[in-house]
């Protein structure tokens, strides 16, 4: 089982570094496909942020024909990295993106004009997968929990949830940042960590190797918002009709996802390689566990930012939270009796 799973996080790992390769040129092209785009129909770049459940509206709302159906021309790049997204955004060459809300936060607090005007998910989203001998967050004590990078959703999830279990991130339970996903799994099965935050397909991964979830962080109450649509006030302004309907857009892949079972499990396959069923329906549940049908920015997920980033930035103690998200688009969509008519009540 081990020679597979090594195997697998060792082709998932060769993966991810060819899409970040075709990534670099992704950034540098967008400029001229927005170029181009001035020499026929207005065309919009979205950028998509990991090869993960939670991205797969974007995936959705491009290879099930609902960009089209709004009228959207859109081009979509693939960027890993938040601040490139951050910049790219800022600099108009990005039209909408995905992103978190600390990114957003941070630059806020910075004077960028940046804004949230819809979220996937207001939770952090993430499985803790243990070792058997850990049965509860509270066993963490003592014990060597991975997270990604130091100030990324693993490492802010994981130290929410800790907060919450009487636990204090580092004194109590040692943090190690390890890397990506694939190098968190290695990590676990080697025993280098005894627990982290995982996403889909890499909880699939581990808990076949016999690891055990110990907290699903959906129903752990921690307010973030884990991943949103990024945009300008610029952008709203100038092209207010268009980001709502690419709100629409999401509206209708998320519906789609849950009534087209088979279509969805084959776009899945498409962007994220696997042919594996079990995986393909975990990360299905996964996105099914954390995605909001109605994409409404809650203010507490900001607001736990905020308190977060108050620890470094005085700044953020006067902040508050609706300086980082609009919220008007989706309502008008609600008011309109869209989402009520797309799921049948």
Known sequence: ??????????????????????????????????????????????????????NSPFWVM?????????????????????????????????????????????????????????????VVAFYVMAHPEIKTVRDLKGKAVGVTRFGAATDFGMRILLNKYGLEPIKDVPLVQIGGMPELTTALTKKAVLAAPMSQPMAYVVQQAGLK?????????????HLGFLTTRKFIREHRPQAKSFLRAYGKSIQFMYTHKEETRAIFARYTKIQDQGMLDGSIQYAFDFMEKIPLVKAQA???????????????????????????????????????KLWGK
């Open 1 to 54: 089982m081990l020679k597979t799973l090594n195997l697998f996080v060792s082709v998932f790992s060769k993966m991810c570094r060819e899409i970040r390769f075709i990534t670099r040129a992704g950034v540098i092209a967008v400029s001229l496909l927005l170029f181009c785009g001035i020499a026929r129909a207005e065309k919009f770049v979205v950028a998509w942020a990991a090869v993960s459940a939670l």
């Open 62 to 122: 491009n290879d099930a024909g609902f960009l089209k159906q709004e009228g959207l021309d859109i081009d979509f790049v693939y960027i890993a990295s938040s601040p490139t997204v951050a910049r790219a955004t800022l600099a108009g060459d990005l039209a909408i993106s995905a992103s978190n809300g600390q990114v957003i936060v941070d630059a806020g607090l910075n004077g960028a004009d940046l804004i949230a005007i819809g979220a996937v998910t207001n």
């Open 213 to 225: 979830m110990i907290a699903n962080l959906a129903k752990e109450g921690i307010p973030f918002m």
């Open 302 to 340: 900001f607001q736990v930012t905020l308190d977060q980033a108050a620890k470094n930035n005085p700044k953020a103690k006067q902040a508050k939270p609706e300086q980082f998200f609009d919220n008007s688009m989706v309502q008008e969509l609600i008011d309109e009796g869209f989402f009520a």
